[in-house]
Nanobody
């Protein structure tokens, strides 16, 4: 079954760094736009960053711009989120999302299972 396998979440101190990975299992990411989302306790899920299928276009939420970097290696079917200068407010479950437009206003989408990031103050 096609899946997104996430890894890299951990407990870190404020100011530390983590790199999250999202690897496609059973399919290729070549034609998928990839987004990272996060959900903190008691909060709505929010978008963090996204990257185009080619990797040529990226976008970031204002709260993470300048600290987080999204990248992809299509040869490895893997997307990364490098997180630097982490703050306690970055504590959340982080989810990878893949979306492919298949025409007629239809999309093929997959969600990862989530990986937990905890930043101690």
């Amino acid at each position: 079954q096609p899946q997104l396998a996430e890894s890299g979440g951990a407990l870190v101190q404020s100011g530390g760094s983590l790199r999250l990975s999202c690897a496609a299992v059973g399919f290729t990411l070549d034609y998928y736009v990839i987004g990272w989302f996060r959900q903190a306790p008691g909060k709505e899920r929010e978008g963090v960053s996204c990257i185009s299928s080619s990797g040529g276009y990226t976008d970031y939420a204002g709260s993470v711009e300048g600290r987080f970097t999204i990248s992809r290696d299509n040869a490895k079917d893997t997307v990364y989120l490098q997180m630097n200068s982490l703050r306690p407010e970055d504590t959340a479950d982080y989810y990878c999302h893949a979306r492919e437009y298949v025409g007629s206003n239809q999309y093929r989408t997959y969600w990862g299972q989530g990986t937990q990031v905890t930043v101690a103050s």
